[in-house]
């Protein structure tokens, strides 16, 4: 199984924190810096406390649970010659961070079907240009 190997745009340094994070096998996600709510994806304003507010970047739990995935078998995407398909996307809830869904890649399933439910840590998978914030089984 092939992974996509697609680097995250930096623009602007707006999400380099979360990058930055995961390429040290942490995991940040920002919040308001008044009432905490999670904001995932960060924007430039705070949605709920738009005034004073800024973001804060917090370390969150590396561990959570899969909400829904989905099976890519064809790429849909400019890849090389190689194929990458198949491999496996999800939604990521991670404990005790309410709100926020990470998209992510499931990797080393060992053959195992992943389900709805299934308990995962973060598995960082370190590429040429970045490092993919990936998952795996937390008890494979």
């Not at 602007?12 to 999670?38: H, K, M, N, Q, Y």
């Not at 904001?39 to 430039?44: M, R």
């Not at 194929?83 to 961070?97: F, K, M």
């Not at 080393?108 to 089984?137: C, D, K, W, Y």
Request: include cysteine.
């Amino acid at each position: 199984m092939g992974l996509p190997d697609f680097p995250p745009r930096f623009d602007t340094d707006l999400l380099r924190p979360f990058w930055d994070a995961v390429a040290e096998g942490d995991f940040r996600l920002p919040s308001c810096s008044i009432c905490g709510r999670w904001q995932w994806y960060p924007f430039e304003t705070v949605r709920c406390c738009h005034q004073n507010a800024g973001l804060e970047w917090k370390r969150v739990p590396k561990t959570g649970t899969v909400f829904t995935f989905a099976s890519v078998e064809r790429c849909f995407l400019p890849a090389s010659t190689e194929s990458i398909a198949p491999y496996v996307v999800a939604l990521v809830e991670l404990d005790d961070t309410p709100g926020p869904r990470i998209v992510t890649l499931l990797t080393n399933l060992n053959n195992h079907e992943p389900q709805i439910g299934m308990r995962v840590r973060l598995s960082p998978i370190p590429m040429l240009t970045h490092t993919l914030p990936a998952f795996e089984p937390e008890n494979p």
